[in-house]
């Protein structure tokens, strides 16, 4: 049989500057195990999507992203065949949908998965044009991502984003969003309105209802807080795995909607993406994400 073809598209400076450094070791593991496997280091923002953009039809037989949230954003935004197999080696700070999926985190272990793994379909939503596997979201959240984007925070850390989310909190906007699903579902005068394919936001607020990447389907929570007082509380409900459905939030899921608001922002997978309303909906083929496999016998 052919070896297979491994592309590994990669952001040198993740994880403070290691991925330059683990890349060439997957390559390694790659070929040690009979793959053929190339990397395309990024240089800039947008590198990722491009070079993911100019794969050939059935040139690799699977992809994997080297970096964080925003690199691997990238790649499904740049693939023309969303059938082709992609992963991730997470090197980012939240590196959500790894610890979703348990990636290994280990060049070694990744290279196993990649020839020896099983296939998730992931419905890929899009928002205003922009694709996405994980998240995207408007109002006070959002407000939090472009402080951090804005203060250049979003990369050093979790410890660097304490300063601009306490920004957004002292500074707390009046706006509020609201959101029409395409069932015709209705919610209004909302604090933040989050659209998920994860059960968890920021990889330790734990989201409440049956929410898996494979299911198809948005799911939509609306946070009605209007106060400070009401956004700790809803949070600290969060973190202790006992926020639920009514006072705290809405729930629903979908394959459209649109949110509406007074111009503010939204984000989309931890960047920010532009300015309200945001129109999203499911793409019709799903993402093929290599996973490990699973022993039949383990709950999902």
Known sequence: MPAPRILIIANPIAGGHRGSKVSPLLREALVERGAAAEIAYTAASGDAERRAAAMGPGEFDAVVAVGGDGTLNEVVNGLSDLTTPLTVLPMGTGNVLARALHLPRQPAQLADMLLDGAVCRAAVGVANGRRFLQFCSAGLDARM???????????????????????????????????????????????????????????????????????????????????????????????????????????????????????????????????????ITVLPTPAHLLVPRRDPATPR
């Not at 050093?156 to 984003?161: A, E, I, S, T, V």
């Open 145 to 279: 991502v472009a402080r951090l984007e804005a203060a250049g925070s979003r990369t050093l850390g979790r410890r660097k984003w304490l300063g601009p989310i306490l920004h957004t909190i002292r500074h707390w906007p009046t706006e509020r969003v609201s959101f029409t699903t395409a069932e015709g579902e209705q919610h209004r005068d909302l604090g933040s309105v989050l659209v998920t394919r994860i059960d968890n936001y920021a990889t330790i607020l734990k989201l409440p209802g049956e929410i898996a990447i494979d299911d198809g389907v948005l799911h939509v929570f609306g946070f009605p807080q209007r106060t400070r007082f009401q956004f700790a509380r809803a949070t600290l409900r969060a973190l202790f795995r006992r926020l639920r459905p009514g006072r705290d939030v809405v729930h629903c899921a979908t394959r459209g909607l649109r949110i509406d608001g007074e111009g503010g922002p939204w984000q989309l997978d931890g960047d920010v993406g532009g300015r309200l309303p945001l129109d």
